[in-house]
């Protein structure tokens, strides 16, 4: 029987040199491209999502020894790729449309926001020693669960972990959320939970109309060159112009929390983002394809990551990183359907603020199509997109506070 040994020293024949950075590229592009086709094609990969996919089939070449571990032309994905992701994803972080339009579902994400911040100490203060880097997955993942995806990374750039640690954390981070998002919809669902909480009256045509405005939400954009060159050109001199107060604060200020926090260069990217997102709202929003664009980096930047990972380190770190990562999401839910309650919020609200903080707003803007919920669409897409600007910031925070716990 061939062993995976075997399977290996033949891969190993077709192994690409660290320093042939075209060979190199057309595989990053063409594994990141082949996570996106399958996302979009197969149930099954759907369910894995394009994330995983990813990481999987870079660890899959890198640990059959086709891809190298480390090669000079991967440091440009983490240097210029993420940052650049970050204002083409905040594009429609408009502050002022977000506090007008969402109600009272601000309130309702802002209790999420707490809930992931509480299940964080928690999860620390119950797993302790046994998951490393205690404080720094902390931190990834208060930014992931209360922003998305974009969060995860910038805080995780911040930190610069090792990638055995950050692929199993990414896995466990996707499954948990997929058995949570499966748990919101038996609770909006379940006559219990609805006779604790007070209900709007439901829209009598969500059911009929639900299917064309999946197809409406999820439609083909329009984009032209111009739309490339702006999106592009907003980014750029977004990053360009963060980079100056962030190494300013970082010389200033005395080492510590707020050195860190203050001093780090995504958290100064964001919020500069969402500056210019509020104040030329009518202008960035003009722009088409800036989130594809974004997100489609975040997917590189996804295989790359990938590719230095130990497979047998990252099986060997998974299962406690996924207690960890559980313990966050439940405390969320009960921390926002207990508070919830006591604000008198509804159900149906509250599910997709939670969702919004676990898996993002487009999965939030998803669950709301799916059920049927045609005006809190756009709310949950807006509160989703808040936790991209707010979950950076408390990443960072929260994982240097621990940090600063754990040494006291």
Not at 13 to 25: A, G, H, K, V
Not at 332 to 361: I, K, M, P, Q
Not at 362 to 368: D, G, I
Not at 381 to 393: H, P, R
Request: hydrophobic share 60%; with cysteine; net charge neutral.
């Amino acid at each position: 029987m061939t062993t995976l040994n075997e399977i290996a020293a033949v891969a190993s024949r077709f192994r690409i040199s660290p320093e042939d950075t075209w060979s190199l590229w057309a595989v990053i592009i063409a594994g990141t491209c082949a996570a996106i086709w399958l996302e979009r094609t197969y149930r099954w990969a759907a369910k894995l999502s394009g994330p995983v996919l990813a990481l999987i089939i870079a660890m899959i070449l890198a640990n059959l020894r086709i891809m190298p571990a480390e090669a000079p032309s991967y440091a440009f994905v983490g240097d210029y790729l993420v940052p650049l992701a970050i204002p083409l994803l905040l594009f429609r972080a408009n502050l002022v449309k977000i506090a007008r339009e969402t109600g009272w579902m601000f309130l309702g994400f802002h209790l999420s926001t707490l809930g992931t911040i509480a299940g964080a100490a928690l999860a620390v203060v119950l797993l302790g020693d046994r998951v490393p880097e205690t404080s720094h997955v902390a931190g990834i993942m208060t930014g992931s669960y209360i922003g998305g995806a974009v969060n995860f990374f910038a805080v995780k750039e911040s930190f610069n972990i090792s990638e055995n640690l950050t692929n199993p954390l990414l896995v466990a981070d996707n499954v948990i959320m997929a058995g949570m998002f499966i748990a919101l919809l038996f609770i909006v669902a379940s006559s219990f939970f609805q006779r604790l909480f007070p209900h709007s009256r439901m829209d009598e045509e969500n059911l009929a109309e639900s299917g064309n405005l999946a197809a409406e939400h999820w439609r083909r954009k329009e984009i032209s060159l111009l739309d490339i060159a702006s999106a592009l050109a907003v980014a750029m001199v977004v990053v360009a112009v963060a980079k100056y107060p962030s190494a300013l604060m970082a010389s200033v200020l005395p080492a510590g929390i707020l050195a860190d926090v203050l001093g780090n260069l995504f958290v100064h990217i964001t919020f500069l983002s969402m500056v210019i997102a509020t104040v030329f709202h009518r202008q960035i929003e003009a722009i088409h394809g800036a989130e594809e664009m974004g997100t489609y980096m975040l997917y590189v930047f996804l295989f790359q990551i990938g590719l230095p990972a130990d497979l047998r380190a990252v099986l060997a770190n998974a299962p406690i990183l996924f207690l960890f990562c559980l313990i966050m999401a439940v405390t969320n839910l009960v921390v926002t359907l207990a508070l919830g309650r006591l604000f008198r919020l509804d159900l149906r609200e509250l599910a997709l603020c939670v969702n919004a903080t676990l898996g993002g707003a487009p999965s939030a803007a998803a669950m709301a199509v799916a059920k049927g919920w045609t005006r809190l669409v756009l709310p949950a897409l807006l509160v989703g997109i808040w936790g991209y600007v707010i979950g950076t910031f408390l990443g960072v925070l929260v994982g240097r506070s621990i940090a600063e716990w754990l040494r006291s």
